[in-house]
Every structure is written in structure tokens, then in C-alpha cells.
């Protein structure tokens, strides 16, 4: 992007800032890589982790006495460490066992899980209430028969408006174990109603619960065992677009917050910012301790490592729409709009170099010497053959690897199953020649092609049915200029991009799945007139649809 072209965007996103859309939408974000909560390692077993909204209590069930009761600790402001669990007494602690409890966001309710006498079930919801945040807690009553079943109910979280519970519970009617549901009531004074199933969308047939909503009620986090995480018990988010939307397919947080043991679902912050969680690591069913990370909204739009003009130009075109990825303001979940709050939130990342935690795959081709093209990432390496030429200068980031289009090309390990949903590759190319090939993946298809008789980017990445075919551009990339290609994958729609733009797009049907590693600079096959002649820089694979 030209100087003159970045300040034109600049001027017109000025005068932005007295307008405003409509329409809903929610930024993307990512978790930083969690730590302890300073000052929070209660020894023995803490569970919960609940942190009240001024952020000057937690609260937590702890078995310090053999049996679970419920504590507290407090701090006189946000910066000062925690004082010592302090028991919360004989009215609201039982004999029997008294789990995790939840704040609401007046400090005036708490909602814990018992199996005192007087209950329905197992394990039943109860709420202690108090008449202002500095009087003392009164005796627990029970959510009664409409909420609670004759089984175990527990984990419940209350959204920030008073309106609505969310709980888990091994009741009839679910998809698995212990499944998510939800009670509401039309005001603060009113009764509970019926509890209703999450549905299968969030739910899984394994064991789904601790559930917590963010304030503006647009991300629900949960821990479940279901298939796709890291250890025994994963923290999973699923999303809406607004309040009125069905929740979305849940994607697990990755291995910045979960490990190989267990990690239960604590509580938001009031700001939306950081999350709060308990894990037993490193030993599964060890001690526990209190854990954060931050959620950070992801601000480099066009996944090329920086955060520039092409990230305002890409917010301007989406001014007041619901285009989510732009959505990130206030951080991390957004507002609804593409407005002056997102625009803010970008402006304090400009001119920063970022790293997509949504990159699963990183080769820089950044070396200047060796067999070998580091992975800046977790996948595979890529192994050199052939004579390929490190041109540490000559890149258009940083460095390149020059091939001859005879015998050189790089092999990774399998990487990802093109099948599966969502992702994106992106790399910058030179030279080249028709018919030759950037990208492709051993017994699966030729990802990245200069057709065969114009040079145009081509993907032979197709779908399953008998009708497949490949989706071709007349977007010429062998001109001698160096591009930045790319091809998006979102379930339904595939998409080729060349230096920014759109160049062709279609809804395939499901694509083929394949296992093969990667090739860099040859065909599937690596058959003679389909390795690639020219510079090849920057090659990234991404779990996340990247907005070109």
C-alpha cells in the first residue's frame, strides 16, 4: 500500500469518528499463555476460582477441613495480593458438602451447589442473599423443584443482568453426561423458569459444564472432556453474534490454557478482558490453584504479520456492517458494530509486528545457510532437496529460498486435513512458470498452481463429489513480481487471493481429506515440469479464515 493511499484511508476514518453503524457482529480473540493468579495459591484443593466483579473477592470451595465448604478471600485493591481463605461460616456453610459458588455482578446473590438436606436431588442449586455488599450472608434457600432435578445439578453462573442461570446437570434429556442448561425469569423478583437444554450445538455426548458468561453475554466458557482437546478436561468458548443469535460450533481454547489434566471454568472479569480458571497441573487430580489468561482481540485482519494500513483499509470498507472480524472493540468481544470503538482498539496496535496464535503453521525461509527451513511455530520442519539457494536479501520479508524448477523443493510433515474447517494458507511467490506448482500435499492435491496456460493462480484442492473440479483465477502470477497468494477454506466457500484481493471464489461441496505432508516448490507427485522455478518467502497456514 502506497504512502499516499494509507494517509487517504487515515482521513477518511477521521471522519468515522462522528458516525456510526448498525448492525451486529464479534471480533475474534485469542488467549495469552495463562499464569497463576499472584497471591492465589490456596494450597489443598481450591475450586471455582470466582472472583467478584470489583475484583476484590474470590470465592472458592476448598476441602480444608476433609470436606468441600465455601471461602473467601479478600484484597484492598486489584494490584494487592490476596489475603488468607477466610471460612464463610455456619449459615451458609453446611456439614454436608458445599461446592464452587458464583457472584452475581451486585455482590448481593451467591449461587453455590449443595447436598444439604432439604434438596431434590444429588447435588442441588442454592442462593444466599444479602440487602448491600457490606451485611452479612443469610441462610441458603433452594432453588426448588423447577430448576433443580432429582440428580446432580452444579457449576451455577449467573449473567450480569440477574435474568438468567446457567448450570450443568446429569438429567434426562441431555446429549451426554453432564450437559449445559439455562433458567430464566423475566425480573430479579420473579420465579425461575423451566431449565432448558443448551442443545447439541454446544453440548457434546461427553461431559459438559462450568459454564461462564462473558458480561456482554456473547462468549460462553465451558470445561468438557469431549473429544478435540489436550487433557482430561479442556476450556472450551462458543460464541453469538448478539443475544438473539443460537450459539456457535464451541473451539477449544488451545494449549495457552489447557494442559494434559483438568481445567475448571471460573469467571470473567466485569471488563471482559482476562479469564479466570482453576487446574490441577501438572499431576492429574493434584492440587489445585487459580490460573488467568488474557483475551486479546486478534487485529491483524489479513493474517501477514503486521498490523498496518491494510488493517485500516480493511475496517473503513467495513464500516458500520456486521463484518465480525473487525468487530474488536471494546476489547475483547466487540459492541455490535464496526465503529469508533473498534477503531481505537486498532490504533493502539499499529505499527506492531503480531504473531497469530491462530498460525499452526510458520516457515520464514528467513535462513542463510543448512538443510533445514525452521518451523517458527509447533508443526513440522521442512527438509530441503535438491540444490534449493537461501537469498537472505532478497525476500519480500526478510529472506527467500530460491528453487531451480528442476529437482528443488522443501517436504514437511502432514500438517493439516484440508477436510476439515477452518483455515487458510498464505505465502509470497516470484517467477514461476505455467503449469508449475508453490504448494501441495502428498497423495492429496496441488494446493497452489500457475495454470497450465495463462500463469494465473489456480487450487486443485477440490471437493469429494463427482462433479469436483478446480477453482481457477486469471490473476497471473508468474509476471516476475513478487505476490502474496492465498487460499481460504471456511466449510462452504473456497477462496483464492492474490496481493490482497478476492480473485476467485465458489462452494465446492466438502473437500477431499488427505494426510500427506507438505510439499514447498513441486506437485503432489512431484512429477518433472512441476517444481517451481523462483523465489518462495513467508509460507503460513492458519486454523481461522483470514480476510484477504
Known sequence: MTIRRTWQIMAVAGLMLAAAGTGPAWGDFYCSRAVKVPGADFGSTPMGGVIAPDGLTIYVASDHTGNFELYEAARPTTDSPWGPLVNMGPTVNSPSWDHAANISADGLSLFFPSDRPGGSGGMDIWVTTRPTTDSPWGTPVNLGPTVNSSTWDMGPKMTPDGLSLYFHSVRSGGYGGEDIWITTRATKDAAWGPPRNLGPTVNSSGNDGEATIAPNGLALFFNSDRAGGS??????????RTTNHAWEPPVNLGPNVNSTTIEWCGSVSSDGATLYFVSDRPQLWGPCTVYQTSLTPMTDFNGDGKVDGEELRIMVENWGTDQPLCDIGPVPYGDGVVDTQDLLVLSQYMGQEVIDPAVISYWKLDEVEGATARNSVAGPDATLLGDPVWQPDAGAVGGAIRLDGIDDCLVAGFERDPAKPPWSVFAWIKGGA???????????????????????????????GRFSHALCSQAVITDGQWHRIGLTWDGTTRTLCVDGDIVAQDVPGNLKSAYGGLHIGCGKDMAPGSFWSGLIDDVRIYSRVIKP
Open 231 to 240: 487433557g482430561s478436561y479442556d476450556l472450551w468458548v462458543t460464541t453469538r
Open 434 to 464: 505455467p503449469g508449475q506448482v508453490i504448494l501441495s500435499q502428498l497423495a492429496g492435491a496441488d494446493w497452489f498452481v500457475a495454470d497450465r496456460a495463462t500463469g494465473a493462480l489456480m487450487t486443485d484442492l477440490r471437493s469429494a
